[in-house]
């Protein structure tokens, strides 16, 4: 670097991600004098020169070809992809809080899905076995810690042997790798603790860190010129007055101000993957209504670090379609605890990880919604011993027993809890596919919204971001 002192240095707002600084420092550095100058001579003769670079260096670092709003797993991972695909784009991810992955990203269970569940042909079966694969070939490239510690499905009952011979039927039509039914027997042999009539095993399904992958996206984005802006709340999106002199002739190329709480960014697309938040953003310019996100916290309880040992890999129980979400299972972690749960309760705000989180004005959107009434009544036994577990911890012992008879309820203390963005359409019914959104006139046509990114959607991160970014090529024409 030159020893010669610069007369400007424009630092945005930002932080560390990764140990990367995803500031930008511009210096304009000045001849050496061969005389010495008065201050009053700096004053007169660079004076100009220091507004202009302090001006047009804040006007270049705002300025974007492409903006992504959200800085969970799914906003990162797209905003990534698109700048491999295209690295001469000027792009930047704007996250509302102080660091990535801060809300469903870094509080889920870690596990990383086989895609047994999901019916076949389906975009979400697809997906999540595609996404697995590129999953481990990533977490290898970039030295990323994880487990590949199993899943072990366990039926009860005959109702539950059934339909795990129909969960078996599927993942092997999903192309899940090595699936295979187990008897009583061999469930010991796995998982010497569990009992059940039967089980299937996924050998694949494993666990990670997905905070730590979004961070490692969020490096590699930066690495290769993208900008993360943190504390940065979106609260509305508006035609942007003609561009800067920057612009070199493009006239109103960054034709859409996004606006925060005290911060402009002018960009010529947007995309945004705002997970809790995403139908308010989509509302911000002209969206629809439905579908509508309504947050579902799940609590997990701790198991006592005497007994983890108890628990090798993932145990999981038979879904029963009867009910909307899935129910007791045990997960390890990366840190050696062990996760049982959740359950689902309503949250009473958009983040909302505890009963004290209360937001009135966010409860009564939720609670003044059509669907969610519809969807309320129709599960109201489920809800409310749900809601009855939550307080009382110890009615959650039978269905653990269920499966490890040797844990008492000692041995269970509460654990942290997540918040699911579950989008919802009028019907009450669960929206269980990818919903993307874009204005037909005005700016609205240069905003595209994924409204929906249905689970397991961090373990499908980089598939989903494949599909998001042919998605913005088609309707921005990149």
């Not at 100009?48 to 670079?53: E, K, T």
């Not at 039927?169 to 790798?177: I, L, S």
């Not at 019907?427 to 993307?436: A, E, I, T």
């Not at 204005?439 to 689970?455: E, F, Q, W």
């Amino acid at each position: 670097m030159s020893d010669h002192k610069p007369y400007c240095i424009y630092r945005p707002k930002s932080a560390s991600i990764c140990g990367l600084n995803n500031y930008t420092e511009t210096y304009a550095y000045a001849e050496k004098w061969r005389p010495t100058p008065t201050p009053i001579y700096f004053f007169v003769m660079l004076g100009p020169f220091f507004l202009y670079s302090c001006s047009s260096s804040q006007n270049v670092s705002k300025e974007y070809d492409v903006v992504v709003v959200g800085g969970g797993i799914l906003g990162m991972a797209t905003a990534r992809e698109i700048l491999l695909r295209h690295p001469y784009l000027k792009m930047a991810v704007l996250e509302k809080e102080k660091d990535l992955a801060c809300h469903q990203t870094g509080h889920n269970s870690g596990v990383i899905h086989a895609g047994i569940y999901y019916k076949p042909g389906t975009l979400k079966a697809k997906l999540c076995v595609e996404g697995l694969n590129l999953a481990y070939k990533y977490f290898d490239e970039h030295s990323i810690p994880y487990k590949k510690c199993g899943k072990l499905i366990v039926a009860t009952d005959a109702v539950e042997e059934k339909r795990l011979h129909d969960l078996n039927e599927r993942g092997m039509k999903n192309g899940v790798k090595d699936l295979q039914m187990v008897s009583a027997s061999m469930i010991k042999e796995i998982e010497p603790h569990c009992q059940g009539i039967c089980g299937l095993w996924s050998p694949h399904t494993g666990i990670v860190d997905w905070a730590e992958v979004t961070r490692s996206y969020g490096k590699d984005f930066t690495e290769r010129g993208g900008k993360i802006h943190l504390h940065f709340k979106v609260t509305s999106f508006k035609e942007a007055a003609e561009s800067s002199l920057t612009s070199k002739g493009d006239g109103n190329k960054y034709s859409v101000s996004v606006h925060g709480k005290n911060d402009v960014v002018k960009a010529s697309y947007i995309l945004t993957c705002g997970g809790l938040q995403s139908d308010h953003l989509a509302q911000m310019s002209g969206g629809k209504v439905d579908p509508k996100i309504i947050p579902f916290r799940g609590e997990y309880l701790l198991l006592n670090p005497e007994k983890q040992h108890m628990i090798k890999g993932n145990i999981y129980p038979v879904p029963d379609p009867q009910f909307p979400f899935l129910g007791v299972h045990f997960t390890p972690r990366m840190d050696g605890s062990i996760w049982i749960g959740p359950n689902a309760v309503l949250a009473l705000k958009r983040e909302g990880y505890g009963w004290g989180d209360i937001n009135i004005k966010e409860l009564m959107d939720t609670l003044s919604y059509g669907g969610f009434r519809k969807m309320a009544l129709k599960n109201s036994i489920f809800g409310i011993s749900e809601m009855v577990k939550s307080a009382f911890i110890t009615l959650q012992l039978a269905g653990i027993k269920k499966f490890i008879p040797e844990i008492t309820a000692d041995d269970l203390s509460r654990g942290p809890t997540g918040v699911r963005a579950q989008a919802m359409d009028g019907s009450g019914m669960l929206v269980d596919d990818f919903v993307f959104e874009i204005g037909d006139k005005g700016i609205g046509k240069r905003i595209l919204h994924c409204r929906n990114a249905p689970s397991p959607g961090a373990t499908s991160s980089l598939a989903i971001a494949k599909m998001i970014a042919d998605k913005a090529e088609e309707e921005f024409r990149l």
